[in-house]
C-alpha cells in the first residue's frame, strides 16, 4: 500500500503569511492527490484534486503542485477562516486511499 | 442540492454488530462509487471502504478486512456499512462520501456526509 506523510504536524502562522505543506508518498502517484481542509466538528470539504486542480467554489489563494512522490498545499494569503486542519490523500491506487496524518494550521 | 445523510450510529459492547446507512440525494446515485471515511476522536482521517456503482467491486482498509461489509441499494439510492465482530478501537465518527468522477473507483472524494457516530465500549 502507499504511504503518505505530510509535514509539519502543526503550523503557528499569522493572518496574510504565505504558508506551505508537504506530503510525500512511498511511492509515484503520478498526479493522484487530493487537499481536504477540515474545522473542528465538520465534515472535510475537497480544496485540490489532481494535484493542482481547484475544487468549484475553492478561494484561489490556495493552490497545489507536485508529482510523483513529492506534493505540496500553498495558501498565498492567509484568512482568518483558513485556520484549520488539512490532509493530503493519494488515489493513484483504487485499492487503497489512505490519507496523510494531518496538518493543524494554527493561529501565531 | 447534493446530500449525504448518515444514520444508524450507536453505542455498543466489544464484539456486537451495527449497520450504518447512508441516504443519497441531488445526484444520478447509480453512477458514483461511494466510500466510508472514519475518525477517531481527536485522531485524523481513516480511509474504511470504497464501492463502485454498480456494487461488484469493493475495497477495505486491512484494519477492517473481514470484518466490514460495504454495500449499496441503488434503488434506494442508499449506501450501507455492515460491522461486525466491533472492537474499542472501531469507536469514531463514520462519514460516507461520493467520488468526485462519474464511473470512477479511485478519485477525490468532493461530498461528504456529517458522519454517525459509533462508540464500541464494554
Known amino acids: 500500500d502507499i504511504q503518505v506523510t505530510q509535514s509539519p504536524s502543526t503550523l503557528s502562522a499569522s493572518v496574510g503569511d504565505r504558508v506551505t505543506i508537504t506530503c510525500r508518498a512511498s511511492?509515484?502517484?503520478?498526479?493522484?492527490l487530493a487537499w481536504y481542509q477540515q474545522k473542528p466538528g465538520k465534515a472535510p470539504n475537497l480544496l485540490i484534486y489532481?494535484?493542482?486542480r481547484l475544487h468549484t467554489g475553492v478561494p484561489s489563494r490556495f493552490s497545489g503542485s507536485g508529482s510523483g512522490t513529492e506534493f505540496t498545499l500553498t495558501i498565498s494569503s492567509l484568512q482568518p477562516d483558513d485556520f484549520a486542519t488539512y490532509y493530503c490523500?493519494?488515489?493513484?491506487?483504487?485499492?487503497?486511499?489512505?490519507f496523510g496524518q494531518g496538518t493543524k494550521l494554527e493561529i501565531k | 442540492e447534493v446530500q449525504l445523510l448518515e444514520s444508524g450510529g450507536d453505542l455498543l459492547q466489544p464484539g456486537g454488530s451495527l449497520r450504518l446507512s447512508c441516504a443519497a440525494s441531488?445526484?444520478?446515485?447509480?453512477?458514483?462509487?461511494m466510500s466510508w471515511v472514519r475518525q477517531a476522536p481527536g485522531k485524523g482521517l481513516e480511509w474504511v471502504s470504497t464501492i463502485s456503482g454498480r456494487g461488484d467491486i469493493t475495497f477495505y482498509a486491512d484494519s477492517v478486512r473481514g470484518r466490514f461489509t460495504i454495500s449499496r441499494d441503488n434503488s434506494k439510492n442508499t449506501l450501507y456499512l455492515q460491522m461486525n465482530s466491533l472492537r474499542a478501537e472501531d469507536t469514531a465518527l463514520y462519514h460516507c462520501?461520493?467520488?468526485?468522477?462519474?464511473?470512477?473507483?479511485?478519485?477525490?472524494?468532493?461530498?461528504w456526509g456529517q458522519g454517525t457516530l459509533v462508540t464500541v465500549s464494554s
Open positions: 489532481e494535484a493542482s
Open positions: 511511492q509515484s502517484l503520478r498526479g493522484w
Open positions: 490523500q493519494p488515489y493513484s491506487s483504487e485499492s487503497s486511499c489512505s
Open positions: 462520501a461520493k467520488e468526485r468522477v462519474v464511473q470512477s473507483i479511485a478519485d477525490a472524494f468532493d461530498v
Open positions: 441531488g445526484f444520478p446515485f447509480t453512477t458514483y462509487a
